[in-house]
């Protein structure tokens, strides 16, 4: 499926990866604001193609483009106790503190916040290190 949205001119290129943050209250009263609103908090998303479309902006100094973008499939690592390919996952964060671990970012993947809900679409069979001794799968999330 198509999404539809807009960036700023100067970060609209194909390829161009971003992080949706939600509504911001300068939006409000936007003519556009339906096409960057509907895009989900929290989550990444790819610039797959850009159209000749543009529109003013109050955030970006340039304006916007009206470009098509898809959600990245995010890697990360989950309980291994729940990491069954097909199976809707609840993020839950690990509340882990040690920045220097190897797989920190596995665990508290960029575009995966608490409570948002996910598709696993693949599980490796490797046990993913963890410091603490958790039991954890590196796994591919939609």
């Given amino acids: 499926m198509v999404l539809v949205t807009v960036v700023g001119n100067k970060q609209c290129k194909e390829g161009f990866e971003f992080v949706f943050g939600g509504p911001l209250a300068e939006c409000r009263d936007c003519k556009v604001r339906n096409v960057c609103f509907h895009l989900e908090e929290n989550r990444r998303y790819k610039v797959r193609s850009v159209r000749d479309v543009q529109h003013d902006c109050r ?29 809707m996952l609840t993020f839950e964060d690990t509340r882990c503190g040690n920045l220097s671990c190897a797989n920190y970012r596995a665990c508290r993947p960029l575009g995966a ?5 996910f ?10 290190k963890c410091d603490k001794g958790l039991k954890l799968k590196a796994v591919l999330l939609e």
């Fill in 59 to 87: 955030i970006h100094e340039d304006g916007v483009r009206v470009v098509e973008v898809e959600k990245i499939p995010l890697r990360a690592a989950i309980p291994a106790r729940v990491a069954l390919e097909g199976a």
């Fill in 113 to 117: 916040s608490e409570g948002m809900r």
């Fill in 119 to 128: 598709k696993i679409t693949s599980v490796d069979n490797n046990d993913v």
